[in-house]
């Protein structure tokens, strides 16, 4: 099977370097271009990552002496020398809309960590267990851009990464209807170690900047439907949220109540965590958990430090399971956020447009 050629830009930041470790040996994927702001452009990788490289591991050999390219001005270029490109840019928003859309418009499809494209209608937003068929709004989104091949394909936040997964399964079966979820989230979501965000070192800080909103909205544009070209979100269920930052390196917990229209019995919702397969584990998709969803008997699981890295990042730990006094349900699950909430869920949405022909 041939290799698909892949860029990164932003590929000196925190995800962007994940894109790039993940990258590293993978079977169908094969760097071939990073880039990055002006600051970086014209240095070789390793120069221009520097003393910032918070990866676990050395940079990858052959990613080293690669020389960073402006993502913004050499985008016509970068098309040319790849498949496609992750984008992992930080910049504002409007910033990334055009940036992302003028990749598209050069004929080279954009798998997107950031949140510019997420409400464009007609711009899929996939985890590719979940919501797979969303990919088909690409035909229409195509026909608006002009192009051939070029599209973009975003992931969702990563405040709901872990919650949202182990709801999914339950939804339609019980008619969920609503949901109270507390994420208790790690500093890597913002970019920062402990080392450059020595503050959160013995802290809680109430407050992440637009992550509540997100939390709240996004699920409805998974849970949407596919009408007309464009994804229409559900309407259902309600869910409220509260996001805090903890001093937890990586990984996003979540406590979450919720209520169904018909109560499932706990032992009923536990059989279906344990039997839950995706689009990514029919397609045996290399990034693909084997077992997404894994529930822990023990009452003390899952826990961050300990659990985050399930099946190299990408499955969701769910745990203490129990009825509750005001909601039917409630239980804590957790995610990586760098992992399955950013890189490494990138990777699997990229994986399943190249199995499903959208990127050839
Ligand atoms: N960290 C997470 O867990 C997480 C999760 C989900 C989504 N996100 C989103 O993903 C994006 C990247 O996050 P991050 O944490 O990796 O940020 P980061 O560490 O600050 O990295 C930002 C990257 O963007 C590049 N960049 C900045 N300005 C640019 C410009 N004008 N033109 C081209 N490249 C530019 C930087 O290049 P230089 O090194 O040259 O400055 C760097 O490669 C953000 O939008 C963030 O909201 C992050």
Same mark, same amino acid.
């Given at each position: ?20 470790? *993940? ?106 267990? *979940? ?13 608006? *851009?002009? #192009? ?44 920062? #170690? ?10 809680? $800080? ?24 464009? $994804? ?5 269920? *309600? ?64 826990? #961050? ?56």
């Amino acid at each position: 099977m041939k290799k698909f050629k892949v860029g990164v830009i932003g590929a000196t930041g925190m995800v962007g370097q994940r894109f790039v470790k *993940l990258t590293e040996n993978h079977p169908w994927f094969e760097l071939a271009v990073v880039a990055a702001s002006s600051r970086s452009a014209g240095k070789t990788y390793e120069e221009a990552v520097g003393g910032r490289w918070f990866m676990d591991g050395p940079i990858p050999q052959g990613t080293k002496k690669l020389t960073v390219m402006n993502a913004e001005t050499d985008i016509a270029k970068i098309a040319e020398a790849v498949d496609f490109v992750f984008s992992a840019v930080d910049m504002k928003k409007e910033e990334i809309k055009a940036l992302e859309e003028a990749y598209a418009k050069a004929e080279c499809p954009v798998v997107s960590n950031n949140s510019a494209h997420r409400w464009t209608p007609d711009v899929p937003m996939v985890v590719p267990e *979940l919501n797979p068929g969303h990919i088909a709004v690409i035909d229409s989104q195509r026909k608006r *851009l002009g #192009t051939r091949r070029g599209f973009i394909a975003v992931k969702s936040n990563c405040s709901i990464q872990s919650y949202v997964p182990a709801l999914h399964p339950l939804k339609d079966e019980f008619g969920l209807s609503k949901i109270l979820v507390c994420t208790y989230q790690a500093i890597s979501g913002a970019g920062k #170690t402990f080392e450059t965000w020595p503050e959160m070192v013995d802290n809680v $800080i109430p407050y992440i900047g637009g992550e509540e909103e997100k939390s709240e909205r996004e699920p409805m544009k998974i849970w949407g439907r596919v009408a007309n070209g464009v $994804i229409v979100p559900a309407e259902a269920p *309600l869910i409220t949220a509260q996001c805090i930052r903890v001093p937890a390196s990586d990984g996003h917990m979540a406590a979450v109540f919720a209520s169904f229209d018909k109560k499932p019995a706990l032992e009923d919702i536990k059989a279906r965590w344990a039997s839950f397969k995706g689009r990514a584990q029919e397609l045996k998709l290399p990034s693909a958990p084997k077992q997404f969803l894994h529930y822990f008997e023990e009452e003390n699981r899952p826990q #961050t430090k300990l659990d985050r890295m399930l099946e190299n990042g990408m499955a969701i730990a769910i745990g203490r399971l129990r009825p509750d006094t005001q909601y039917d349900i409630k239980f804590v699950c957790l995610s990586h956020n760098t992992l399955r909430g950013a890189a490494g869920g990138g990777v699997l949405m990229a994986e399943l447009l190249c199995a499903e022909g959208y990127i050839q």
